[in-house]
């Protein structure tokens, strides 16, 4: 038997009494089967089952306070026994966050469905972001990712705008969350992704008011910020043998291949290119939009996403300033045929999008430069304008 000096508050004052701890103590059966999982750790060993009981509320305790500062265990508690009652059920698994760690990062840029975000929200009874918010933390609270959610609002009744803050946790696990939060709002509350901040720490989500969206489609801003590798994956299920071998050809010639369509070449073997309308259609096929609907500065950057897919010329260089508007074709052809070919081609698609500019060729290299010095009396039929400085080629 020993004595512990323990101090505390009384209505005197403060007052030090002393407890004693005796080895002999009563314990009911109740509070045995409590510690049965103690015990069985410890071989029926009840002085260490009780310490291991002991240690575990302790650290409880020290990590659970409330808003005053008290330690608090009830949540944690409250938490932890879920959460091992979810694990009994095979609601939930346990894993090492190492290997859930590694299956995320592994499928960055792939969305998640639907049907699994209902299955974490219930979009029958989560209607109002006060709500969500409530539920989310919640529920991050039952899984122990410790990440924080809060919202900022402006509209009424319906929110013109949110912002999602979604702060400390594994940032990983944090983007899966924010991915799952972000699908919810855009198909239960017509909010799409205007805008994704990431920090180690904090991450912040966008959104605006869609009165318009169709739910048999991805909203289009989710999509941008979450899935920039879901339609090139879906491709590879769909055709896998093509796209493995694709790659191997690729990687074995070191990207010395051309990708290009199969009327483009045809006109390039035969000579007869496309026109500037063939041209014109072309562009709104692959850019969904007309050509007038584009600035120059737009045609030029989607211009150079093309020309380094297709792979006809080996680089290229822009400058979007407005007013120094040029684009530099470099490509290492040297049969004068071919380079005539190689620049009337893309002469008709820079015709098709309404802006003037001249063409001017070195060996190995085309320069297209727009709206300096010209005059429609100088324009040909092609669109081209003759440089004075260098030799060009014109149709």
């Not at 009652?85 to 960055?108: D, G, N, P, Q, Y």
């Amino acid at each position: 038997m020993r004595k512990v000096p323990i101090s505390c508050a009384s209505k005197k004052g403060k007052e030090e009494v002393r407890l004693i701890v005796r080895k002999n103590i009563s314990i009911d059966q109740c509070y045995i089967d409590k510690l049965k999982p103690f015990l069985d750790k410890n071989n029926g060993n009840l002085s260490a089952a009780i310490r291991d009981s002991i240690e575990i509320a302790s650290q409880a305790l020290d990590t659970n306070k409330n808003e005053k500062g008290e330690k608090d265990s009830s949540n944690a508690s409250k938490n932890a026994e879920s959460r091992n009652k979810m694990v009994e059920e095979e609601e939930f698994l346990l894993i090492h966050h190492t290997m859930l760690e590694w299956f995320i990062k592994k499928t960055s840029g792939l969305l998640i469905e639907e049907s699994t975000v209902y299955e974490l929200i219930n979009p029958y009874t989560i209607k109002k972001i006060p709500d969500f918010v409530s539920y989310v933390n919640a529920l991050n609270d039952k899984m122990g990712w410790r990440i924080k959610v809060d919202a900022e609002c402006t509209g009424s009744p319906e929110p013109e705008t949110v912002i999602l803050t979604l702060s400390n946790g594994n940032p990983c696990f944090r983007g899966v969350i924010a991915q799952s939060l972000a699908l919810y709002l855009a198909k239960q509350m017509k909010l799409d992704l205007q805008g994704l901040f990431n920090r180690s720490n904090v991450t912040k989500i966008y959104f605006r008011r869609v009165e318009f969206l169709n739910y048999e489609k991805v909203p289009k801003g989710f999509e941008e910020h979450f899935g920039s590798m879901e339609g090139t994956f879906r491709e590879v299920q769909r055709r896998p043998e093509l796209w493995k071998n694709l790659i191997k050809i690729y990687r074995q010639q070191n990207y010395q291949r051309l990708n290009m369509n199969k009327k483009v070449f045809e006109a390039f073997v035969s000579g007869n290119l496309p026109s500037v309308d063939d041209m014109a259609r072309e562009f709104e096929l692959l850019a969904g939009k007309p050509p007038e609907t584009f600035t120059l500065a737009e045609h030029i950057m989607i211009f150079k996403e093309l020309y380094l897919t297709d792979s006809i010329g080996s680089d290229i260089e822009v400058c979007t300033e407005k007013g120094n508007e040029y684009v530099k074709l470099i490509h290492d052809y040297s049969d004068r045929k071919v380079c005539e070919r190689f620049i009337r081609y893309y002469s008709n698609i820079f015709a098709s999008i309404g802006y003037l500019f001249t063409v001017t060729s070195s060996p190995h290299m085309i320069v297209f430069e727009f709206g300096k010095n010209m005059d429609l009396s100088h324009i040909s039929e092609s669109g081209l304008v003759d440089a004075e400085a260098e030799p060009s080629f014109t149709p």
